[in-house]
């Protein structure tokens, strides 16, 4: 099955988000220590629950786009660091949330807080998070940039909803599980990279070119987290291989291996993903069925696919060192298996 790359550092000659870890890092400075003020509270829990969370070696990808591209236009202020930090809030709080929902156990190889601090502790502190994120929008003075992070908030609400909906039900069509993915992973994509050029008064083809860099970006990087799921390891992860399957979640890989199996094959998947009957050896038999059928492949094809169209977004733009950096962001996440 697939490799796992170094999250930090792509091997020899392969891509990497080293370049923009590069051109940001002045920036990401200053939003590390936002991060740590923001996260602060006279409630003893809330930074404890959020540190446990912010602090877990995530590689803070969304913020570094948000700040890569207002540098990319020319943006010499200081509202792209508020900015990166309420991106970088939003996206911890969604996996505050998610850990909920999905009962995880693991989340970047350490316990998830649901697990320490209990369920109710996890969803409160992801508010908090939320709101303190409102809070430094509302500073930056951006009416447009509040409206898009504040769009995509809701976005990302309704498609926690509808995976909740499609959640063990294999009749999800490939068209409905992209709407959902669409909702819940790329649209904060989408606003980290179009508040940017945003805030830096680039022009209406330029927002509009980062937007469709970052939606399409969104779109690969969760296909091949599904991909990942069946052919990745925990320590890359930072979660159990095959976590999606034990969950239950009808992912893309499943969808692809239960629409093109035998009934005797169906009947294997309602056993594990509807009704829950998922041990070990199901795993097994299942990564199986995904080779037979070509089912992780597939989902990396589409994955690149949607790579090339965050590619093609970017090319009439002028030649800057950050659209080379956002370039092989691309190239980063959909090489993550090989």
């Known amino acids: 099955m697939g490799v796992v790359v170094s999250l930090e550092d792509g091997k020899k000659g392969q891509a990497s988000i080293g370049p923009l870890m590069e051109l940001t890092a002045q920036d990401m400075s200053r939003v590390n220590e936002l991060i740590i003020s923001k996260a602060g509270s006279d409630v003893e829990m809330i930074p404890e629950v959020a540190n446990h969370l912010i602090s877990s070696g995530g590689k803070r990808l969304r913020p570094m786009i948000t700040l890569a591209a207002a540098r990319m236009f020319g943006y010499a202020a200081e509202g792209h660091v508020k900015l990166a930090t309420s991106v970088e809030f939003m996206h911890t709080a969604t996996l505050l949330h998610d850990d909920v929902v999905d009962e995880s156990g693991l989340r970047r190889g350490k316990k998830t807080a649901r697990m320490i601090w209990g369920n109710q502790a996890s969803v409160l502190v992801g508010d908090f998070l939320l709101g303190q994120a409102f809070r430094m ?39 409905e599980y992209l709407a959902v993915i669409r909702a819940k992973t790329a649209a904060l994509f989408s606003a980290a990279a179009e508040v940017g050029p945003v805030i830096a008064s680039a022009s209406r083809a330029e927002r509009a070119a980062l937007r469709s860099y970052g939606t399409n970006l969104g779109l690969a990087f969760q ?98 060192p950050q659209k080379s950096a956002l370039l092989e962001v691309i190239d980063f996440c959909v090489n993550r298996v090989s």
Request: proline fraction near 1%.
């Open 223 to 320: 296909l091949i987290d599904d991909a990942l799921d069946y052919g990745g390891n925990a320590k890359d992860l930072g979660k159990n291989v095959g976590d999606d399957f034990r969950e239950g979640k009808v992912t893309l890989p499943v969808i692809l291996c239960y629409r093109r199996g035998s009934a005797d094959e169906r009947q294997f998947w309602k056993a594990s993903i509807e009704e829950g009957r998922a041990d070990d050896a199901s795993l097994e038999k299942a990564v199986g069925l995904m080779s037979r059928y070509n089912a992780i492949g597939d989902t990396i094809a589409r994955a690149r696919h949607f790579g090339d169209i965050a590619r093609d977004a970017l090319a009439p733009l002028k030649e800057t």
């Open 137 to 175: 929008m509302v500073e930056v003075g951006s009416i447009e940039a509040l409206d898009i992070l504040s769009t995509a908030a809701s976005i990302i609400a309704e498609g926690e909803v509808m995976q909740l909906v499609a959640a063990q039900n294999l009749e999800t069509t490939e068209d």
